[in-house]
T-cell receptor, first 114, second 117 residues
């Protein structure tokens, strides 16, 4: 089975722009979670989607949004980019999203905001 | 609420010597616990998981961890470090409180493992 894929792998944007990141989960996985990783804050949960519905949401401003499609692929969008949004954005998929299932992570998208 | 504390932010060992990465957790429930590894500029890879079966869990690449409920610990060990083990390691606990703002998995701050030749 192919792993979790994320596109693009690297992205450079300027302040005020918006960006869309894409994640394709492992085939058959219906849960997709997004995380932001920075040196200062570590790994922070953004949101989780399951069967096209947002099931959990982290403590991020409304500029961060996401969606999931019927084929379980997910996108996240960040509007009005700020310098502090520079981070590695990780997507993870899970078979059903129950707590005892591990999540499988993609390689991440490295976003740099100038 | 769940929480995870990784007791060392950085551990340095010599190649061929044992590795010990320490993790304590706080949980009101029977937790599921995981160790993930992240190599530079890569995503996270699952090393091993504990889900209330055997308390000694064996993972990939010779790593293992022991769940000790009385000590609320889940330390990661390896008998002999290899240069390729140099990476960042995350201890993770599951959160059964679905709907929480932390999501399903609660991550520790990470421990960077350096391996000297």
């Amino acid at each position: 089975k192919a792993g979790v894929t994320q596109t693009p792998r690297y992205l450079i944007k300027t302040r005020g722009q918006q960006v869309t990141l894409s994640c394709s989960p492992i085939s058959g996985h219906r849960s997709v979670s997004w995380y932001q990783q920075t040196p200062g804050q570590g790994l922070q949960f953004l949101f989780e989607y399951f069967s096209e519905t947002q099931r959990n949401k982290g403590n991020f401003p409304g500029r961060f949004s996401g969606r999931q499609f019927s084929n379980s692929r997910s996108e996240m969008n960040v509007s009005t980019l700020e310098l502090g949004d520079s981070a590695l954005y990780l997507c993870a998929s899970s078979p059903s999203g129950t707590t005892h299932y591990e999540q499988f992570f993609g390689p991440g998208t490295r976003l740099t905001v100038l | 609420a769940q929480s995870v504390t990784q007791l060392d932010s950085h551990v340095s060992v010599s190649e061929g010597t044992p590795v010990l990465l320490r993790c304590n957790y706080s949980s009101s429930y029977s937790p599921s616990l995981f160790w993930y590894v992240q190599h530079p500029n890569k995503g996270l890879q699952l090393l091993l998981k504990y889900t209330s079966a055997a308390t000694l869990v064996k993972g990939i690449n010779g790593f293992e961890a022991e769940f000790k409920k009385s000590e609320t610990s889940f330390h990661l060990t390896k008998p002999s470090a290899h240069m390729s083990d140099a990476a960042e390691y995350f201890c993770v606990v599951s959160d059964p409180d679905y709907g929480g703002s932390q999501g399903n998995l609660i991550f520790g701050k990470g421990t960077k493992l350096s391996v000297k030749p």
